[in-house]
């Protein structure tokens, strides 16, 4: 329609509707999904958090290596746009895509040829949040398993996702030079 969202209204590290952030995490604050729009729980194959990360565009997310082991992409999945940790409902039988709420993932993709395995996980309303399969996970080599090991990954989602309120990128900075000494940095998890 002519009111739908486009990426041009989603900046990169702007959040929707601040209110109040707490400057601490022990003993902090819930945290409405709109607050913090680029972070994503990481989830095994039983539901389980295993990580959080932060989404850097439609498809990419950013995250610690450790939270992989040896174990394959197939095995986890991305929840985007919600805050809701335990009994998540988008991850069951019913395939659906926010926008078209009446339609299963098959009923909106008739005439494409894709199978239900082609369609990761599948999308709920906003104020739910998604879920999308790992395609591919990408760390950098171990030299040693040392205390200060390279813990980073780059997470390839299996499908590009849609900007919205609740799901935006975070920004990653154009070089890398010295913040300023007055730089406010704000940690979520």
């Given at each position: ?68 082991g ?12 919600t ?48 879920c ?58």
């Amino acid at each position: 329609g002519t009111n739908d969202p486009t990426d041009s209204q989603y900046e990169c590290g702007r959040r929707q509707n601040v209110t109040s952030i707490s400057e601490r995490i022990i003993n902090g604050s819930n945290a409405s999904i709109e607050l913090w729009p680029w972070m994503v729980g990481i989830y095994d194959s039983c539901d389980n958090l295993i990580c959080g990360g932060s989404l850097i565009n439609h498809e990419y997310v950013v995250t610690a290596a450790h939270c992989f082991g040896n174990q394959d992409a197939e095995t986890f999945y991305a929840r985007l746009g919600t805050h809701r940790r335990f009994n998540f409902s988008c991850c069951n039988e019913t395939l659906q895509y926010s926008d078209e709420p009446d339609k299963t993932a098959n009923e909106t993709n008739e005439g494409q040829n894709l199978d239900e395995k082609d369609i990761s996980r599948f999308e709920v309303s906003e104020t739910q949040g998604i879920c999308v399969d790992i395609e591919s996970i990408c760390t950098p080599t171990q030299e040693t398993c040392g205390l200060f090991m390279k813990d980073i990954a780059v997470v390839k989602l299996k499908r590009s996702i849609n900007f919205t309120d609740f799901i935006q990128p975070i920004c990653l900075p154009k070089n890398c030079a010295d913040f300023p000494a007055n730089f406010t940095a704000h940690l979520a998890g």
